[in-house]
């Protein structure tokens, strides 16, 4: 089992930054892809952004794409997702997840483990 806590979310203005961690305890052992995804009020979860177990290769919702960056640091365990020139679009509950392959996915049941969700609003 791998358990996944996401922190770092919070209020922001259009335009600002924040940046979400997401940090792996138990079965760390194992090398995993990770992912983010989002929910927007009242829609369906999203695919964000992923990354390899190596951190070579990444994906990237196009909606996301030049204004996040995922990243993650192995010897702590936990993956990072930057979001800069935040949009109103972009407020909804961010969920990290696992998945014991090496190789990231952008499809959301292809991940073996979720976390509970960080909240993220964005006021125009």
């Known amino acids: 089992q791998v358990q996944l806590v996401e922190s770092g979310g919070g209020l922001v203005q259009a335009g600002g930054s924040l940046r979400l961690s997401c940090a792996a305890s138990g079965r760390t052992s194992s090398r995993y892809a990770a992912g983010w995804f989002r929910q927007p009020p009242g829609k369906e979860r999203e695919f964000v952004a992923a990354?390899?177990?190596?951190?070579?290769?990444?994906l990237y919702a196009d909606s996301v794409k030049g204004r996040f960056t995922i990243s993650r640091d192995n010897a702590k365990s936990t993956v990072y997702l930057q979001m800069n020139s935040l949009k109103p679009e972009d407020m909804a509950v961010y969920y990290c997840?696992?998945?014991?392959?090496?190789?990231?996915?952008?499809?959301?049941?292809?991940?073996?483990?979720w976390g509970q969700g960080t909240q993220v609003t964005v006021s125009s």
């Open positions: 997840a696992a998945r014991l392959f090496t190789t990231p996915q952008a499809m959301g049941a292809l991940y073996d483990y």
């Open positions: 990354i390899s177990w190596s951190g070579s290769s990444t």
